[in-house]
């Protein structure tokens, strides 16, 4: 059986990496979470997850963060 992946997985571009800076920076003031708590890092891990997954829309981003 063989098995294909996609890695190595290409790089996030700046203007990606600013766009899901900007959905994780509103969602820590929403939620009062601080930037650098295990929370934030949890919300940031899922982001770029759902992001490499093909999910890009800032708006359905923060809808899923939300969930």
């Known amino acids: 059986m063989t098995t294909t ?3 190595p ?3 996030i ?3 990606d990496l600013g766009m ?3 959905v994780l920076d509103a969602w820590c003031v929403d ?13 940031a891990r899922s982001l770029i ?4 997954f093909g999910i890009s829309d800032p ?9």
Request: glycine share 6%; charged share 30%.
């Open 5 to 7: 992946t996609d890695w």
């Open 9 to 11: 997985k290409e790089g």
């Open 13 to 15: 571009q700046s203007s």
């Open 20 to 22: 899901l800076q900007a």
């Open 31 to 43: 939620k009062s979470v601080d930037i650098h708590s295990a929370d934030a890092q949890v919300a």
């Open 49 to 52: 997850d759902w992001y490499e």
């Open 59 to 67: 708006a359905e981003l923060r809808t899923m963060l939300e969930g």
